[in-house]
């Protein structure tokens, strides 16, 4: 039942148009493809091994108005999604289904796991679910720098840190990382980080609590997003010594990282989404 891979990251938003545009010409990614339905409209962004999907329209406007604008989903691809749902299941977790019959798992923060088989994924196969239209002289190869996810980092109300840890581990078949024991602003903070054996699928997890209270960081700096996935991280080559750190406009809560990585994974303070992003790139 192990998880093998992130098939793709869906982003909902209420501009898509502004959203694609940043990722385009922020971050490189190319337009692949778009769908349109009764209840959405979504674009397929492509760079490397790495696919966001960004939706808008009414389906997801009750998620919007809980969460605001993020990642709604991280799909990953599974050796056996039938004994990975059932798996989940016997967790604890919530289950329900896609409207194409994926089991889609319900984490915490809002995220949820659309559950994929391993045999019919691939950087280059565009993700189920969608009527896609393929963008007038989209590439056919991988582009840009951006290699593949180094890791997603998720914020999670302090009750149930353990609880998605577990889930990681039971139910994905995640293994623990090394982490740093950080103490940003005065406060000692743990990063809990699973990964996949190929470490194509990485999650840093911290409690949101660390970020406030005495020795948080100052207003300004805190997303308004309290709980969810805070930051997407990608491997990339060529990147300037100063790793850059993007957001994208109305996205508070949600930043944008490019990291090389010359060994294992060792998580540190801007890996746990403590530094200040900023709406353009830094460095």
């Known amino acids: 039942m192990a998880v093998r891979d992130i098939s ?9 148009v502004a959203a694609v545009h940043f990722l385009v010409s922020g971050m490189g990614f190319t337009q692949v493809a778009d769908s349109v339905a009764v209840d959405r409209s979504s674009v397929l962004l492509r760079q490397g091994d790495v696919q966001i999907v960004v939706t808008s329209g009414w389906v997801t406007g009750k998620w919007l108005s809980e969460h605001g604008d993020g990642v709604a989903d991280i799909a990953v691809t ?16 919530t289950v329900t289904r896609s409207p194409q ?3 889609v798992v319900s984490g915490w923060g809002g995220v949820s796991h659309t559950l994929l088989p391993a045999s019919n994924a691939g950087p280059a196969v565009p993700p189920a679910g969608h009527r896609w239209t393929s963008s ?12 593949r996810l180094d890791h997603i980092a998720i914020r999670l109300e302090a009750s149930g840190l353990a609880d998605y840890a577990a889930l990681c581990g039971e139910v994905f078949g995640l293994s623990p ?3 740093a024991r950080l103490v940003p602003g005065g406060r000692d903070v743990t990063t809990v980080a699973v990964g996949s054996a190929s470490e194509r699928v990485v999650f840093a997890l911290t409690a949101a609590d660390a ?7 100052p207003e300004s700096s805190v997303p308004e997003r309290v709980t969810g996935v805070h930051r997407l991280a990608f491997l990339a080559d060529d990147i300037p010594s100063e790793a850059p750190e993007f957001k994208a406009g109305g996205m ?4 944008f990282q490019l990291v090389e990585r010359s060994g294992a994974h060792e ?3 801007a890996d746990a989404g403590f530094a200040a992003g900023t709406w353009s790139p830094v460095g």
């Open 8 to 16: 793709h990251v869906e982003l909902y938003t209420r501009d898509k």
């Open 78 to 93: 599974c050796d056996d999604v039938s004994e990975t749902a059932q798996a989940a299941l016997a967790a604890g977790a």
């Open 101 to 103: 019959g994926n089991p």
């Open 136 to 147: 007038p002289e989209a590439p056919t190869e991988p582009v840009g720098r951006v290699r």
């Open 177 to 179: 990382l090394p982490v």
């Open 211 to 217: 970020h406030h209270g005495a020795g948080a960081l």
């Open 252 to 255: 508070r809560g949600l930043s």
């Open 267 to 269: 998580f540190d303070t």
